[in-house]
């Protein structure tokens, strides 16, 4: 079995975890129905009892994501301000998105390509962040520190 570790900046990682907290414990999509989801859509992400977290890689990683499988393990690591691994989890899916999701995404979208269309979800097994702190995960995700 793979494992898998993606380096994030630091608003989009707060954006998946942020998204993450808000849904809570509440039953996963499968990822073909992630493929329309937009930014602000809070994913209820087959049925986990853990949570599920989108996260994305760019043209120039396509093919790392086409050797990404069903069960691989997946680290997130945010590059600022904590330098760290924040989320531990298993992959259940890859959808390619149609619609930008991270805020990031929506502000630099170049010529109507998104800029991370090519996506998977992750059930999350670990999270860094306790969920009393999605205030803070929130500002972070909209880049009020």
Known sequence: MAAWLFIGNP??????????????L????TPSEFRDIQEGATPRLPTSSTGCLIWG??????DAWTQIKEGNSFFLYATDPVKSVLVRGR???KFEGRA????DEREEQEGGK???PYR????VNWCGVPSDN?????QCAEGLQ
Do not use: M
Not at 100 to 103: I, K, L, S, T, V
């Open 120 to 123: 998977f979800v992750v059930e």
């Open 134 to 138: 999605i205030d803070v995960v929130r």
């Open 57 to 62: 890689v760019n043209h120039n990683n396509k």
């Open 26 to 29: 509440q039953q996963c999509k």
């Open 114 to 116: 998104l800029k991370w």
């Open 100 to 103: 930008p999701y991270w805020p």
């Open 91 to 93: 992959i259940l899916g």
């Open 11 to 24: 608003t989009n990682v707060a954006y998946s975890i942020y998204k993450y907290l808000e849904a809570g």
